[in-house]
Antibody, heavy 121, light 111 residues
Framework: QFTLKESGPTQVKPSQTLTLTCSVS??????????VGWFRQPPGKALEWLAL???????RYTPSLKSRLTVTEDTSKNQVVLTMTNMEPVDTGTYYC?????????????WGQGTLVTVSP | QSVLTQPPSVSGAPGQRVTISCTGT?????????VHWYQQLPGAAPKLLMY???RRPSGVPDRFSGSRSGTSASLAITGLQPADEADYYC???????????FGGGTKLTVL
């Protein structure tokens, strides 16, 4: 059974850097074909894909946020870390991580429970 | 503005059939990439409902079915139940963005 769980601060101030950790169990981040994606969902709004990291350390970012995002993995801890710089109130929302499936037609399953991040002074 | 287009809401009475559409472009569905669907119950994380257009993960009842043709896709739910009341999202891969894209979500109300 695969599980993922997000952790990090519940509140950050504008201009600060957000660091979120996705702890996975039931699978290894270093296994061929494995990937973990990050997503966010502002309150009452749609899901948005943010970043993806593969088992071979290949990384992808959504173009509109690429300059602010960094995704890394610590295979020894089975954790994936997402950092987002220069946080603004519009970045408020629930952040999720999920396991990637599919070589090109990527889909995600399962998802973590999500962590709500509020950006306010 | 989401890359994939979904109706904001649909509704149906218990036992009825509803469909949720998802319209893409030449850089996702039109490029041959499949559609995947997620169900998000109120206050919960998204859950994979359908992958590769019409494949159901283990545990998803066959009341749910999916299809894709050209730049359009749809999710059908038959025998509507109150427990189906949720937000539904379509997702695909986009060659222009080189990443995953989602629809804006459709809120299903069971009357």
């Amino acid at each position: 059974q695969f599980t993922l769980k997000e952790s990090g601060p519940t509140q950050v101030k504008p201009s600060q850097t957000l660091t979120l950790t996705c702890s996975v169990s039931g699978f290894s981040l270093s296994s061929q074909g494995v990937g973990v994606g990050w997503f966010r969902q502002p309150p009452g709004k749609a899901l948005e894909w943010l970043a993806l990291i593969y088992w071979d350390d290949d990384k992808r970012y959504t173009p509109s946020l690429k300059s602010r995002l960094t995704v890394t993995e610590d295979t020894s801890k089975n954790q994936v870390v997402l950092t987002m710089t220069n946080m603004e109130p519009v970045d408020t929302g629930t952040y999720y991580c999920a396991r990637l499936y599919g070589a090109s037609d990527n889909w995600y399953d399962p998802w973590g429970q999500g962590t709500l991040v509020t950006v306010s002074p | 503005q989401s890359v994939l287009t979904q109706p904001p809401s649909v509704s149906g009475a218990p036992g009825q059939r509803v469909t949720i559409s998802c319209t893409g472009t030449s850089s996702n569905f039109g490029a041959g990439y499949d559609v995947h669907w997620y169900q998000q119950l109120p206050g919960a994380a998204p859950k994979l409902l359908m992958y590769n257009n019409n494949r159901r993960p283990s545990g998803v009842p066959d009341r749910f079915s999916g299809s894709r043709s050209g730049t359009s896709a749809s999710l059908a739910i038959t025998g509507l139940q109150p427990a189906d009341e949720a937000d539904y999202y379509c997702q695909s891969y986009d060659t222009g963005l080189r990443g995953s894209v989602f629809g804006g979500g459709t809120k299903l109300t069971v009357l």
